[in-house]
């Protein structure tokens, strides 16, 4: 912990508020969903925000405590993960003063930026959240953490026999690529602020890059 008034500065101008809930931030150790992914996913919801607008504090403390709660990804409770957040970044805010108006605002967005629970935004700051993180998601940086879990969870890189499943079905717990198809190059058609779309957009292109050239050395 000694390091999070460092890490607090890259969450300005709410550095303050970061230096209070980082140390709530992470329930595990997974370098997937760590500071540095949190820091990326407050610079897309800052260049998000800046052209779409949106309380700022709400998704400061939205992005510093999305992940609070750690599930695996091959847990049966995965949908959970995001309800579980909530409930505890309710609680952590609520320790702190928050109104229940700006709880339940920070508590929607992180019930509904996860994938896995498949539930709609219904404000304009839990779409920032949603498109943020989706965000670190594809691209460059969505390439590396396919692979980097894929690794935490005994996956393979690729099907030697058919790496683009042309004769066998898709399976994304057995080979990271296939996760590419089945999850990654989804992603993009389902933001839901044109600034987030616009940056899906290139991001994809990114990662459809990184499949390719990967394609080309195997």
Not at 2 to 20: D, K, Q, T, V
């Amino acid at each position: 912990m000694s390091r999070i008034p460092a890490l607090a500065a890259a969450f300005a101008p709410h550095a303050e508020l970061a230096g209070e809930l980082l140390p709530h931030a992470f329930a595990a150790e997974d370098g997937s969903h760590d500071a540095s992914h949190l820091i990326r996913v407050w610079k897309n919801a800052l260049r998000i925000q800046a052209e779409e607008g949106g309380d700022i504090r709400q998704l400061a403390a939205a992005v510093l405590l999305h992940d609070c709660v750690s599930v695996e990804k091959n847990s049966p409770l995965r949908a959970e993960a995001s309800r579980l957040a909530a409930e505890k970044a309710s609680a952590v805010l609520g320790d702190l003063g928050w109104s229940p108006a700006d709880i339940s605002s920070v508590a929607h967005a992180i019930l509904t930026h996860s994938f896995s629970a498949n539930l709609a935004p219904e404000t304009l700051e839990a779409g920032i959240l949603q498109d943020a993180d989706r965000l670190d998601a594809i691209g460059m940086v969505g390439a590396a953490r396919c692979f980097y879990i894929a690794g935490r969870m005994g996956s393979g890189l690729y099907d030697p026999l058919d790496p683009l499943a042309e004769e066998r079905p898709l399976d994304d717990k057995a080979f990271a690529i296939d996760h590419f198809e089945t999850k990654l190059f989804r992603l993009s058609g389902g933001f839901q602020t044109g600034a987030g779309r616009r940056l899906a957009l290139e991001r994809e292109a990114r990662l459809r890059s990184v499949l390719a050239m990967m394609l080309d050395e195997i």
